[in-house]
């Protein structure tokens, strides 16, 4: 991955994990890479870049990427 790229990639993680950790993201809510890309005015593999490091971190659900309710606890 190129450098640029992954400046893009923590980006992206950064600002999606400050909207769900502001609760700016309503649970449940489905996030899709285009919008999320264009929100961001970057493409979209850094944003799915960042979307499957939340995933992996539980922060978003698994196959369909929606918005999983997390307590303060789970967070820290």
């Given at each position: 991955m190129?450098?640029?790229?992954?400046?893009?990639?923590?980006?992206?993680?950064?600002?999606l994990l400050?909207?769900l950790?502001?609760?700016?993201l309503?649970?449940?809510s489905?996030?899709?890479?285009?919008?999320?890309?264009?929100?961001?005015?970057?493409?979209?593999?850094?944003?799915?870049?960042?979307?499957?490091?939340?995933e992996n971190?539980?922060?978003?659900?698994?196959?369909?990427?929606?918005v999983?309710e997390f307590s303060?606890r789970?967070?820290?």
């Amino acid at each position: 991955m190129a450098e640029r790229e992954q400046n893009l990639s923590a980006k992206a993680y950064d600002v999606l994990l400050n909207m769900l950790i502001n609760r700016e993201l309503p649970v449940n809510s489905v996030l899709q890479e285009r919008r999320l890309a264009d929100m961001l005015t970057i493409s979209r593999t850094p944003v799915r870049d960042a979307l499957n490091k939340l995933e992996n971190e539980g922060f978003i659900g698994r196959r369909t990427l929606v918005v999983k309710e997390f307590s303060i606890r789970e967070l820290i």
